[in-house]
């Protein structure tokens, strides 16, 4: 039973890192001293999906679910609605690509857009 419950919080700190490390650039217009959680956070993912990688998330929520039984934990929330956005079966290395490449070009623009605001209040 800890095991599944261990995977069930790996997979949920997952997912708040993606969508940290996506969208976190926005809270960084708000509080800019995140942006040295951030930036290490866009780092990791761009590098995780640019060069194909997994991320060591993955291997451990995995282990943990087969220490807890493996297929027997089925239909609960985690996996029915987060597995499918954290890892989606359809996945290609182009896609990946183009993941990573979307990462870097949207927190970029968000970086520019805060630089230049900070720019026009001096």
């Not at 960084?28 to 001293?33: A, F, I, K, P, Y």
């Not at 060591?56 to 282990?63: V, Y």
């Not at 027997?72 to 609605?81: N, W």
Request: hydrophobic share 60%; with cysteine; aromatic share 10%.
């Amino acid at each position: 039973m800890i095991h599944r419950h261990l995977a069930d919080l790996v997979l949920v700190v997952h997912a708040a890192f993606i969508v940290f490390a996506v969208l976190g650039g926005l809270l960084v217009l708000r509080w800019h001293r995140l942006a040295w959680l951030h930036l290490p956070a866009v780092a990791w993912g761009a590098i995780i999906e640019l060069m194909g990688w997994i991320c060591p998330l993955t291997p451990l929520e995995s282990s943990l679910r087969v220490a807890a039984g493996g297929e027997g934990y089925r239909g609960g929330f985690l996996e029915h609605y987060l597995d499918a956005l954290v890892y989606p079966t359809a996945l290609t290395r182009a896609d990946q690509i183009a993941l990573g490449l979307a990462l870097l070009v949207f927190n970029v623009a968000v970086y520019a857009w805060i630089l230049s605001r900070e720019r026009m209040k001096r």
